[in-house]
């Protein structure tokens, strides 16, 4: 049973365009949201993360949405770039153990 | 500064061969843990450790047994490989406390046959 459920499974976008990934849960316990970066035969990376007290953080161009009353949360990155293209994993955490997404591939066209 | 280090990066094994993933981490980093990553299923933890001598079971731990005798070592063991185990295998640590972001390790590609 999937704890964290992502999509889509995969988005082609222009440059410039702005992709959204969306992750739903339904675990309450769950107290940490971070996304993860991860190319091509590398170790996924922190690209950024949300506590549920708070409905929006923005880094750089990467910003994360969290609606708590839905379980839902969602990752935009403004003015997409070739170099962003890879995988992205949505996460939640319960403080000792770390449920992931399926995964979205991105592709940003030139 | 290494950060998370796995070895082998590569490994192919036959059925009911055993074998030990290593993992070390020189960031002093309380709580260790393995994840598997198979195509369409994301990350899936293993084991977890929050500290030398404690260690616990993560979502998918059958297969595989870990022990941590120090900080900076988690070792996974695959006590009698099978094909289901084909996966890539990757180590991740975190400070205790507040901030939980994770360090991942490279990796290790493992091929049971």
């Known amino acids: 049973q999937q704890q964290v459920k992502q999509s889509p499974q995969s988005l082609i976008v222009q440059k410039g365009g702005i992709p959204i990934i969306n992750c739903a849960y339904e675990?309450?316990?769950?107290?940490?949201f971070p996304w993860y970066q991860q190319f091509p035969g590398k170790g996924p990376a922190l690209l950024i993360a949300?506590?549920?007290?708070?409905s929006e953080k923005k880094e750089g161009r990467f910003t994360i949405s969290f609606n708590k009353s839905a379980k839902q949360f969602s990752l935009h990155i403004m003015d997409s770039q070739p170099g962003d293209s890879a995988t992205y994993f949505c996460?939640?955490?319960?403080?000792?153990?770390?449920?992931f997404g399926t995964g979205t591939s991105l592709t940003v066209i030139p | 500064n290494a950060g998370v280090t796995q070895t082998p990066k590569f490994q192919v094994l036959k059925t009911g061969q055993s074998m030990t993933l290593q993992c070390a981490q020189d960031?002093?980093?309380?709580?260790m843990s393995w994840y598997r990553q198979d195509p369409g299923m994301g990350l899936r933890l293993i084991h977890y450790s929050v500290g030398a001598g404690i260690t616990d079971q993560g979502e998918v731990p059958n297969g595989y047994n870990v022990s941590r005798s120090t900080t900076e070592d988690f070792p996974l063991r695959l006590l009698s490989a099978a094909p289901s185990q084909t996966s890539v295998y990757f180590c991740a640590t975190h400070p205790t406390g507040q901030s939980y972001e994770q360090y991942f390790g490279p990796g290790t590609r493992l091929t049971v046959t």
């Open positions: 949300i506590r549920p007290d708070v």
């Open positions: 960031m002093n980093h309380e709580y």
């Open positions: 996460a939640a955490d319960t403080g000792n153990q770390f449920y």
């Open positions: 675990n309450t316990a769950f107290d940490y």
